[in-house]
């Protein structure tokens, strides 16, 4: 059974960072495509990052701004989200998705309910 669990969310203040992990079990996590989405409260689910199974790719969503960085340690099977300079539109819950077929930038415009696996997410709640 395939598992991804989200961690690291929290309260912080603007202008300040976080970083979220995802821990995947169940599934060869090298072969994985990775990513991150949001979904800020009363909207949609949106593109945050996306990070290919070598890591040689990664993708951003247009209102990262250069703020975050995805980054995967095949080793120990987890997927990294750092953000800096938070600010409030960041507020949101995160989810960490993954999927053996999709390229890095594809999970930026596939459909959602496309994507083999997601996890729980986990709540980012950025204070002015």
């Known amino acids: 059974q395939v598992q991804l669990v989200e961690a690291g969310g929290g309260l912080v203040q603007a202008a300040g960072s976080l970083r979220l992990s995802c821990a995947a079990s169940g599934l060869t996590f090298e072969r994985y495509t990775m990513a991150w989405f949001r979904q800020p409260p009363g909207k949609g689910r949106e593109f945050v990052a996306s990070?290919?199974?070598?890591?040689?790719?990664?993708y951003y969503g247009d209102f990262v701004k250069g703020r975050f960085t995805i980054s995967r340690d095949n080793a120990k099977n987890t997927v990294y989200l750092q953000m800096d300079s938070l600010n409030p539109e960041d507020t949101a819950v995160y989810y960490c998705?993954?999927?053996?077929?999709?390229?890095?930038?594809?999970?930026?415009?596939?459909?959602?309910?496309?994507?083999?696996?997601w996890g729980q997410g986990t709540l980012v709640n950025v204070s002015s």
């Open positions: 990070i290919s199974a070598s890591a040689d790719d990664v």
């Open positions: 998705a993954a999927d053996q077929a999709l390229a890095a930038q594809t999970m930026e415009y596939i459909q959602h309910r496309y994507i083999e696996h």
